[in-house]
């Protein structure tokens, strides 16, 4: 298996680090990196290798954008959420007031004031 071709930075800048031509140093410094995706800004395909520090402004942009996308989601989600929690308490309460006129029912046949209901019940 042949060894990752990395290649060298530019002749004309320098290092902020090292001090010395890109050329010379970048390709043996961790910090320098290969980035392939979308420029968040337009859009266009990247496939560069530059340092990773250099990289750091277009990444906090795209990272900004995902957190408000992000954002919108998380927001769409807690609308629904609210939504379903006002039908549950709802239906909730439907059934809450079913249970208790069900309960309620017998007790009404035995204090009708008739006595008839009461009667059948003692008789058994």
Do not use: Y
């Not at 496939?47 to 750091?56: H, M, Q, T």
């Not at 795209?62 to 927001?75: D, G, I, K, P, Y």
């Not at 079913?98 to 009708?112: E, F, M, Q, T, V």
């Amino acid at each position: 298996m042949s060894k990752r071709q990395i290649p060298h930075g530019p002749d004309d800048l320098k290092c902020p680090m090292w001090k010395k031509p890109m050329a010379e140093v970048c390709h043996t410094c961790p910090l320098w990196v290969q980035l392939r995706g979308k420029h968040p800004q337009s859009g266009q395909d990247v496939d560069d290798w530059n340092c990773s520090l250099g990289f750091l402004p277009m990444l906090l942009v795209e990272n900004a954008r995902q957190q408000r996308s992000t954002a919108a989601a998380v927001e769409t989600v807690t609308c629904e959420m609210q939504k379903t929690d006002r039908q549950s308490a709802a239906a909730v309460a439907t059934l809450v007031t079913l249970l208790n006129r069900a309960i309620d029912a017998p007790r009404g046949l035995l204090s009708n004031g008739h006595g008839h209901a009461q009667q059948l019940i003692e008789q058994q």
